[in-house]
């Protein structure tokens, strides 16, 4: 037990989820034992022969319930446990034999770094018998954190972890199965735990002999629809929340300082910046927004920064005030009246494809105007600021 003072000195267990892996389960508590005693095996409602394996054991800790519920409720009953024993941090292993206990070294050597982490065990997914589904499903869950969290890491799957259990024990879940591997690591990003990971070895072993609980249908499924959840509450909430807290007040007054009262561009190059930003921030060409305003921004020697920066002025909040404003607009100018009384109407084919086209139409007339009135904001600003900040250097 020869990381039984690291495991004590950081109040870290080890956790073992099984479900009918009677097979290999008495060796990876074995493995385990030769790291640390700290050992809490979650019998997930097996049906095989664990319950007289784990029977045979005296110096570990076993959580057991009969009805099989998930790898989700079984990490999350682990937690549970192992925070009542006074641990805080647990390492989880699955019980199939893919992980290696001497990799528990990569795990202790973060949490002396950074004690309330949550390391996932990343994979080399390259080894030998790897299945294409893994490769697949990883990739996918991958793109998908990203998505989420802005941030990224290369194996979302591993249940190879080390998890900060006292300060997840601030959160709520409702995954109960395989997604709740995926939404831990998003719900944990989100509030502030750092996420990382750390190269682990791993084992699989051929076709024949490979036993797996994961349900291609269901699971996948259940997966889809919980990124579906995250994905919206990212857009609407945690990604301009992040990119608010970002711009402290301190960051914009740099911002406004460093680009515009301290540029050596004039004024009406400043401005052009600024309302061509605005322009492409609400026209709508989703998707290619960026690409076409640096392109134009470069082909008019505009500031590119500035460019960039005032057209995120469709961020996700403002984003329905925005579309909003361009079908009203529309509206007003190919129908002579408010949107509102063509709501009012039955929704067809054709009522659609016309408030469509009127709010495309709406959308373009309403980014010149917002472009325009941007751009002469800015210009009688710059006026005033500017010429101070001259006088007062003078």
């Known amino acids: 037990m020869e990381l039984q003072p690291a495991f004590e000195k950081y109040k870290c267990c080890v956790i073992i989820p099984t479900y009918n892996n009677a097979g290999t389960l008495a060796a990876v508590i074995e493995g385990v034992k030769n790291y640390t005693s700290n050992i809490l095996v979650v019998n997930d409602g097996a049906t095989d022969e664990t319950s007289q394996i784990l029977a045979t054991y005296s110096d570990i800790e076993v959580v057991a319930y009969a009805d099989n519920q998930g790898k989700g409720y079984a990490l999350r009953q682990g937690f549970q446990a192992a925070l009542e024993l006074g641990y805080e941090r647990a390492i989880t292993i699955d019980s199939d034999g893919q992980h290696y206990p001497h990799n528990f070294h990569q795990f202790i050597a973060f949490m002396e770094e950074e004690a309330d982490a949550l390391v996932v065990g990343a994979r080399n997914m390259k080894v030998e018998n790897v299945p294409n589904k893994s490769n697949f499903g990883n990739k996918f869950s991958n793109f998908w954190y990203y998505v989420e969290t802005g941030d990224k890491l290369s194996d979302t ?31 944990a990003n989100w509030a502030g735990i750092q996420v990382s990971e750390v190269p682990v070895e791993v084992y699989y072993p051929k076709q024949e002999e490979r036993i797996s609980h994961f349900r291609p249908g269901p699971d996948f499924f259940r997966i889809s629809v919980l990124n579906t959840i995250l994905t919206t509450l990212a857009l609407l909430w945690y990604r301009p929340v992040k990119i608010i807290q970002a711009f402290s007040w301190q960051k914009v007054r740099d911002f406004f300082r460093e680009n515009l009262l301290e540029s050596q561009e004039s004024n009406v190059r400043l401005s052009a910046a600024i309302g061509f930003g605005l322009f492409m921030g609400v026209v709508p060409v989703w998707g290619f927004q960026m690409l076409i305003a640096l392109f134009l921004a470069h082909l008019g020697k505009l500031n590119k920064v500035l460019v960039i920066a005032f057209s995120n002025v469709s961020v996700p909040p403002m984003m329905p005030l925005l579309i909003f404003a361009s079908i009203q607009t529309g509206s007003l100018i190919v129908d002579g009246k408010p949107a509102a009384l063509i709501f009012s109407t039955s929704l067809t084919v054709e009522s659609i494809s016309h408030l469509t086209g009127v709010y495309f139409f709406g959308a373009t007339v309403f980014a010149a105007l917002l472009g325009i009135s941007g751009m002469v904001v800015a210009m009688l600003t710059l006026m005033v600021f500017r010429k101070k900040r001259i006088s007062i250097a003078k």
């Open 157 to 187: 799957q591993s249940g190879y972890r080390l998890y900060p259990i006292k300060a997840l024990s601030k959160l709520s879940f409702f995954g109960n199965k395989f997604e709740f591997e995926v939404e831990v690591l998003v719900r």
